[in-house]
């Protein structure tokens, strides 16, 4: 007797690479909702487009990669326990998900009590740069590099007293108060930098209706 | 030096929109004190239209990441993810009586199985992902060798599978059912490929071992494709000859079962897996 082969071409082309399926197609609300419902699959699809992003993000403000690739982990399982919290009336997944990174990021942070010693003499455009993405696949969401130009666009146009307070504030997790005090600076002019550099911010943003997805 | 250096808000007292708007830019940066924070957060849990603007500025404030060149967490850090969410998704699931016994089903503690996969096993898997892909190019080989698309095989092609290497099947109590498997492995080691196929991809699927003192442990989850086709390596924490039991659970919101896998002394197809030729 004799068979049609068919599971062995499946197998021999097997090479470990995710199976494509309809998820791929799905908006990531969808997906949430998917998730909320017990759909573990969901949440993958969303780790396989968002991890990239919590990695980086969480590298970026406990600049521990062991630590950062932990709360990566945590920022996902917990996305999965409350998907039913997620409304997307209310902003975007992406939004979602790094509030919950950079929450989580600062807990972990205040936590340690570890804070720099002098932030100010730390040149962020030289952290970014150490940065990089050895994984060739992410070049194929050309989605997130488009959107990563317009938002390093949007804070070039900062003066470097505005950008600089925002970045402590929000990738070292320091407090306006903190920041002045990092800074030698009074809070009032801290408190006016972060104010006006946010609402160039979001001016630029909304003008070229750059939407997180 | 300071001009709010010594201001302690009262988290009891109202504070009013405009008052709350001015701090929301600080607010959506997490630059706030936190009792600063609380009352914030306060007035928006009682106000739509300042939480709708404090919603704005949440998505101005989390584009800022985006502002950095991605990096890709390790390959393992999905594997342990799911298998947390396995884990979740089975706890408080008990398995069938009859067959699972009067054990309780719960998940492994994610130390241990962290450690086991990033320390200690990661040299037998890099061996044992050799000898299956070794096995699976061996397969390749022969198929590629027949003609065109109407590859043939015949029911004796076990003799492909390396020395040592036992084929345990799927065996489910659904007639119905068509799903079907097969876990290669050599019993003397913790490494296993499975295969399978008409599993249903709506329902999660995890395979579970029981050892000789009766404990169960999850193995893994399984990545069903969306026509129910699965073929995944797998890595057991002791060798299978020293389990009792090796069996896949599936479940969805409202079903669940179980397919032991036992030992096939000689490879026949599953049932309704192949078709025919004439």
């Known amino acids: 007797m004799r068979f049609k082969a068919r599971w062995a071409v499946r197998l021999v082309t097997f090479n470990g690479d995710p199976v494509p399926g309809p998820l791929k197609d799905h908006e990531d609300s969808e997906l949430v909702s998917l998730a909320a419902s017990g759909d573990a699959r969901a949440l993958a699809e969303l780790y396989d487009r968002y991890s990239r992003i919590v990695m980086s993000f969480s590298l970026r403000m406990l600049s521990d990669p062991a630590a950062a690739e932990e709360l990566t982990q945590e920022v996902f399982f917990r996305a999965w326990r409350q998907a039913n919290a997620y409304n997307s009336t209310r902003g975007s997944f992406a939004t979602w998900i790094l509030s919950i990174t950079h929450n989580m990021a600062i807990d972990e942070l205040r936590k340690r009590n570890r ?60 407090t306006q108060r903190e920041v002045a005090d990092t800074l030698n600076e009074p809070l009032g002019t801290i408190k006016t930098r972060m104010r006006l550099g946010m609402r160039k911010l979001r001016n630029y943003l909304e003008e070229r209706e750059v939407e997180l997805t | 030096m300071s001009d709010r250096r010594h201001f302690q808000p009262n988290p009891q007292r109202r504070l009013p929109c405009e008052s709350v708007r001015d701090d929301l830019e600080a607010w959506a940066l997490g630059a706030l004190e936190p009792t600063e924070r609380e009352q914030i957060d306060r007035h928006l849990s009682g106000c739509s239209a300042c939480q709708s603007e404090a919603d704005r500025w949440s998505q101005v404030s989390s584009a800022l990441p985006l502002s950095l060149d991605p990096v ?14 396995a884990g979740d998704q089975m706890s408080g699931v008990s398995p069938r009586p009859s067959i699972a016994g009067a054990h309780d089903v719960s998940p492994p503690p994610s130390m241990p199985r962290r450690f086991a996969w990033s320390q200690v096993l990661v040299a037998p898997l890099f061996v044992a992902l050799i000898v299956m892909f070794g096995w699976t190019f061996n397969l390749q080989d ?17 003799t492909m599978l390396p020395a040592g290497v ?5 065996k489910t109590e659904c007639q119905e059912c068509t799903s079907a498997g097969r876990l290669l492995a050599n019993p003397k080691t913790a490494n296993a490929l499975f295969v399978a196929w008409n599993l249903d991809p709506t329902m999660a699927h995890q395979v579970w071992c029981v050892d000789e003192q009766g404990a169960r442990k999850m193995v893994a989850s399984l ?26 659970m599936s479940k969805d919101a409202d079903h669940e079962q179980m397919m032991e896998m036992n030992e096939t002394p000689m490879f026949t197809p599953p049932p309704g897996l192949y078709e025919e030729q004439r």
Do not use: C
Not at chain 2, 72 to 85: E, F, N, T
Not at chain 2, 229 to 248: A, M, N, W
């Open chain 2, 166 to 170: 036992q084929t345990y099947s799927l």
């Open chain 2, 142 to 158: 022969q198929v590629e060798s027949l003609e065109g698309s109407d590859l043939q095989i015949t029911a004796s092609d076990n």
């Open chain 2, 72 to 85: 890709a967490p390790s390959a393992q850090a999905k594997h342990h993810l799911m298998d947390r969410i």
């Open chain 1, 115 to 174: 804070r720099p010693k002098r932030a100010d003499l730390e040149d962020p455009v030289a952290t970014l740069a150490n940065i990089s993405d050895t994984d060739r696949s992410v070049e194929d969401y050309a989605w997130l590099g488009a959107l990563r130009d317009e938002v390093r666009d949007a804070l070039d146009i900062l003066p470097d007293a505005q950008r600089h307070a925002i970045e402590l504030a929000y990738f070292r997790g320091l």
């Open chain 2, 223 to 248: 990545q069903v494709s969306s026509t129910g086709d699965v073929v995944q390596p797998l890595l057991f924490e002791e060798p299978i000859s020293g389990y009792s039991q090796i069996y896949v």
